[in-house]
């Protein structure tokens, strides 16, 4: 270890060498490709309350479910996934196909990672626990980094949602809605020469 950061403390080093790097690299291309071939979606999906502007109806129940699973949130609780298919429909092309493909992946996972009979949305509320905490402590880097998408994402999702400020104590955004102060006094220009 080594010190970086000039107080004394000391922060754990890794090395990553090219075996630990491809390794890396290697699961996380089988692990898009495998989201490239799973299907998009099955039936038994119910249907969104709301219009979508990115997620098919499938990928709405998905993100719903995984986010209620990862924030503790009840069913009567907030619709994270309407906010976060909002937030995605602004993102770039290739931003939004590896977020399909993330949550093709996590939703038919079950199958492949903890030999389950039934997709995630499927699963009892335990279960579902059970799953994210396999992909947020996997051996995989490349299922750690899914997780982490995904949290990301539902966190965005759910504060984003004025609904869920006022538990925080947050008054919303003050931008129109509050008048600049004018802080300083501004003085005349002066001549060099003074």
Do not use: N
């Not at 000391?10 to 989201?35: H, K, N, Q, W, Y």
């Amino acid at each position: 270890m080594r010190d970086t950061s000039g107080d004394g403390l000391r922060v754990p080093e890794r090395e990553i060498d090219r075996r630990t790097l491809l390794e890396a690299g290697l699961s996380g291309l089988v692990l898009l490709g495998l989201g490239a071939l799973l299907p998009i979606g099955c039936r038994g999906y119910p249907q969104p309350p709301v219009p979508l502007k990115f997620f098919s109806p499938e990928e709405y129940a998905v993100f719903q479910a995984i986010a209620r699973t990862i924030l503790g949130l009840d069913a009567d609780s907030v619709d994270v996934a309407a906010s976060v298919d909002d937030l995605v429909s602004r993102m770039t092309g290739g931003v939004r196909r590896d977020i399909r493909w993330m949550l093709r992946i996590f939703e038919h996972g079950t199958h492949l990672f903890d030999l389950k009979g039934k997709r995630f949305t499927g699963l009892a509320r335990d279960d579902q626990e059970q799953y994210l905490r396999g992909w947020m402590e996997s051996s995989l880097g490349a299922r750690r980094m899914v997780f982490r998408a995904l949290k990301l994402l539902a966190s965005l999702g759910y504060y984003g949602v004025p609904a869920t400020w006022q538990a925080i104590g947050y008054d919303g955004p003050w931008l129109g809605r509050k008048p600049v102060e004018e802080r300083f006094a501004h003085e005349k220009p002066m001549p060099l020469g003074t």
